[in-house]
């Protein structure tokens, strides 16, 4: 775990470019598939807040999971679904406190951000940075 | 490492993987009712048979399930000489006398060209191919609701003294994975039925989205240890939260700075 995603919601101007970038980095039958990102309404006036997974150290989607179908990458540091040992019981779904599990009805299946395996797309192509994947000192790393 | 040969292309596996998961990996389609990764293979539904054969054998070959099959040195496998395909059309023949109503059955006998059953058609055959998947699941999952009961024609999946199950806490596990979508629920408002029981459904406190079953999130806020509180929001308005918790957080930080 060397980088590590960031989100600055001062400088996000609600664009959803970060929305489309993750559509099309996560295609389904050759269309856009479902974003993982969301800029939703802060609530103050200029405010746009990107929510995503934040990646919990103690996540509830893991611990919801009974089949151990979320696993966190080592490399990366995401929590990865393992969609062919998923058995959509629709858990993890309910259990985010965040949101950030989501049901694809499109390909009627369980998706979640796995910071497309360690080079988010939407940090690249976020215009104001707000998004950015940045490393970490040596002095805040996380043992592990 | 293990090396071997599907199709005469050499892989590599680990020790202990079977040879339906290395075939899939390959990218090669060979067909399957009863595989599911979350759960130990059983071999039920007999789809996924490949011929085998080693150098040393002289020409002999035998045929096996390769989602019970671990892989081994110097193993040669072929998933679809004419000897497979004429086995799998055989046991597509026998799904189709049994099930003839089936989609799923339909669309596999299509896909390797069986127009119709060489056996009796079952009358009365329901879509149910009695592979187990959804016993096998119910029980990882740890609540083991449903097993097979009786034997031989009357085999049948089904709870306990086919009554309402006690165990079973509504997931719909079994139901999104029956191969042949032959296991059914009915859902309204508030509730669901699955096996015979309704159950309570937990409702968005705030849109009124419907979620998981009430049952199904107290057991997995007691076995799990996640507060009950996390189940009563659906996820949309979960990031409606995130959001204006975050953008107090900022606007605070603003006003601090300004």
Same mark, same amino acid.
């Given at each position: 775990?060397?980088?590590?995603?960031?989100?600055?919601?001062?400088?996000?101007?609600?664009?959803?470019?970060?929305?489309?970038?993750?559509?099309?980095?996560?295609?389904?039958?050759?269309?856009?598939?479902?974003?993982?990102?969301?800029?939703?309404?802060?609530?103050?006036?200029?405010?746009?807040?990107?929510?995503?997974?934040?990646?919990?150290?103690?996540?509830?989607?893991?611990?919801?999971?009974?089949?151990?179908?979320? +696993?966190?990458?080592?490399?990366?540091?995401? #929590?990865?679904?393992?969609?062919?040992?998923?058995?959509?019981?629709?858990?993890?779904?309910?259990?985010?406190?965040?949101?950030?599990?989501?049901? $694809?009805?499109?390909?009627?299946?369980?998706? +979640?951000?796995?910071?497309?395996?360690?080079?988010?797309?939407?940090?690249?192509?976020? @215009?104001? +940075?707000? /998004?950015?994947?940045?490393?970490?000192?040596?002095? $805040?790393?996380?043992?592990? | 490492?293990?090396?071997?040969?599907?199709?005469?292309?050499?892989? *590599?596996?680990?020790?202990?993987?079977?040879?339906?998961?290395?075939?899939?990996?390959?990218?090669? $389609?060979?067909?399957?009712?009863?595989?599911?990764?979350?759960?130990?293979?059983?071999?039920?539904?007999? /789809?996924?048979?490949?011929?085998?054969?080693?150098?040393?054998?002289?020409?002999?070959?035998?045929?096996?399930?390769?989602?019970?099959? @671990?892989?081994?040195?110097?193993?040669?496998?072929?998933?679809?000489?004419?000897?497979?395909? *004429?086995?799998?059309?055989?046991? #597509?023949?026998?799904?189709?006398?049994?099930?003839?109503? &089936?989609?799923? #059955?339909?669309?596999?006998?299509?896909?390797? =060209?069986?127009?119709?059953?060489?056996?009796?058609?079952?009358?009365?055959?329901?879509?149910?191919?009695?592979?187990? /998947?959804?016993?096998?699941?119910?029980?990882?999952?740890?609540? &083991?609701?449903? &097993?097979?009961?009786?034997?031989?024609?009357?085999?049948?999946?089904?709870?306990?003294?086919?009554?309402?199950?006690?165990?079973?806490?509504?997931?719909?596990?079994?139901?999104?994975?029956?191969?042949?979508?032959? #296991?059914?629920?009915?859902?309204? &408002?508030?509730? /669901?039925?699955?096996?015979?029981?309704?159950?309570?459904?937990?409702?968005?406190?705030?849109? =009124?989205?419907?979620?998981?079953?009430?049952?199904?999130?107290?057991?997995?806020?007691?076995?799990?240890?996640?507060?009950?509180?996390?189940?009563?929001?659906?996820? $949309?308005?979960?990031?409606?939260?995130?959001?204006?918790?975050?953008?107090?957080?900022?606007?605070?930080?603003?006003?601090?700075?300004?």
């Amino acid at each position: 775990m060397n980088f590590r995603f960031v989100v600055n919601p001062e400088v996000c101007t609600g664009c959803r470019t970060c929305e489309l970038a993750c559509a099309f980095a996560h295609p389904h039958d050759g269309k856009p598939g479902k974003s993982r990102i969301y800029p939703i309404d802060g609530g103050f006036k200029e405010l746009w807040v990107p929510v995503t997974c934040l990646q919990c150290d103690d996540a509830a989607c893991v611990k919801s999971c009974l089949v151990d179908a979320l +696993k966190r990458n080592p490399v990366t540091g995401a #929590i990865e679904l393992n969609r062919e040992m998923c058995v959509m019981c629709m858990a993890c779904v309910a259990a985010c406190p965040f949101g950030c599990a989501l049901l $694809d009805p499109g390909q009627d299946a369980v998706v +979640k951000c796995d910071l497309c395996g360690g080079d988010p797309v939407c940090a690249h192509f976020c @215009p104001t +940075k707000a /998004l950015s994947y940045v490393p970490i000192e040596k002095k $805040d790393r996380i043992a592990g | 490492m293990i090396k071997f040969t599907i199709n005469g292309k050499l892989v *590599q596996a680990d020790q202990g993987d079977m040879l339906l998961t290395v075939i899939r990996r390959e990218g090669i $389609d060979v067909p399957s009712q009863c595989h599911h990764q979350a759960v130990e293979p059983s071999g039920a539904c007999r /789809l996924c048979m490949v011929e085998i054969t080693r150098q040393e054998w002289d020409g002999w070959s035998k045929f096996v399930t390769s989602c019970l099959y @671990p892989v081994e040195d110097g193993l040669m496998v072929t998933t679809h000489s004419a000897k497979v395909i *004429q086995l799998r059309k055989t046991i #597509i023949d026998l799904y189709l006398a049994r099930h003839p109503n &089936s989609t799923e #059955i339909m669309r596999l006998a299509s896909e390797y =060209g069986v127009t119709r059953t060489t056996y009796e058609t079952v009358a009365d055959g329901d879509d149910c191919i009695m592979c187990g /998947l959804c016993t096998r699941i119910c029980a990882h999952m740890g609540f &083991s609701a449903i &097993s097979t009961v009786g034997r031989g024609h009357d085999k049948e999946i089904a709870p306990p003294l086919k009554e309402a199950p006690t165990d079973c806490t509504g997931c719909l596990s079994c139901a999104n994975n029956c191969p042949t979508n032959f #296991i059914e629920f009915t859902r309204d &408002s508030n509730s /669901l039925t699955i096996w015979g029981r309704t159950f309570e459904t937990l409702a968005c406190s705030q849109c =009124g989205k419907t979620t998981i079953t009430r049952d199904f999130a107290e057991h997995l806020s007691k076995t799990r240890d996640i507060p009950i509180a996390y189940f009563e929001v659906c996820d $949309d308005c979960h990031r409606k939260e995130t959001a204006k918790t975050m953008g107090r957080v900022v606007n605070w930080t603003r006003e601090v700075q300004a």
